[in-house]
């Protein structure tokens, strides 16, 4: 089964927080992508990053960090020193085989941040 | 990176009628997908449009309800026929591209069905 778990439906944090995003897969695909994606209130996705399987590497892009586990299937986002520009609905997604057809996300966390 | 270009941005429709959707890409592209996300969940892949050929239906999405035209490469409609409230929705057109081979997406289709 393809699936991607977004546990947490809503967090509220007060600004200069830092905040982890979780994110669980299932796949039984060797290769895949897993995504991050940020939909503000505007309603537009705006791609954050994009994680193959074969790469575990922690990424940094600034106060953005994604912490990629396989042994645990996790592929969690971390804003450090959150900013109230940082609310938005974060959607994980999977995509697995490397097909763009088949591009599972999950459930979306709301993340508000409260100046 | 691709810009897709969506349009109405937003719609406040009659049970019963049909909207169209357009979605223009500013790059040619092989693959186009549609996208539905309902009020506060996740999105739902509708279908994959190809230029040239019918467009790929996912479970419980159809062709008569919602019908999809692909005539060009930066070019897709989708139609969303015989509305009633539940077809309340944000739809989304979205393309693969880049060099991070990922999603680029629409500002989408805001829908309201009264």
């Known amino acids: 089964a393809q699936k991607v778990t977004q546990a947490q439906t809503e967090i509220s944090v007060v600004e200069k927080e830092d905040v982890t995003l979780d994110c669980v897969y299932e796949t039984r695909d060797t290769t895949y992508y897993l995504f991050w994606y940020k939909q503000p209130p505007s309603g537009e996705l705006v791609f954050l990053i994009r994680r193959n399987s074969f790469d575990e590497q922690n990424e940094i892009s600034g106060r953005y960090s994604w912490n990629f586990q396989k042994s645990t299937s996790s592929f969690n986002f971390t804003i450090t020193a959150s900013q109230v520009v940082d609310s938005a609905v974060y959607f994980c997604?999977?995509?697995?085989?490397?097909?763009?057809?088949?591009?599972?996300f999950g459930s979306g966390t709301k993340l508000n941040v409260k100046p | 990176s691709a810009v897709i270009s969506q349009k109405p941005s937003r719609d406040i429709c009659q049970r019963g009628t049909s909207l169209t959707i357009q979605c223009q890409v500013d790059s040619q592209v092989t693959m186009m997908f549609w996208y539905r996300q309902q009020p506060g969940q996740s999105l739902t892949l509708i279908a994959t449009a190809n230029q040239g050929s019918e467009a790929t239906y996912e479970s419980g999405f159809v062709i008569d309800k919602f019908p999809i035209s692909r005539p060009n490469l930066t070019f897709s409609t989708l139609t969303v026929s015989n509305m009633s409230p539940e077809d309340s929705s944000i739809y989304l057109c979205s393309v693969e591209g880049g060099a991070n081979e990922k999603l680029f997406f629409g500002s989408g289709t805001q829908l309201s069905v009264l």
């Open positions: 997604a999977l995509i697995p085989g490397y097909n763009f057809n088949k591009f599972y």
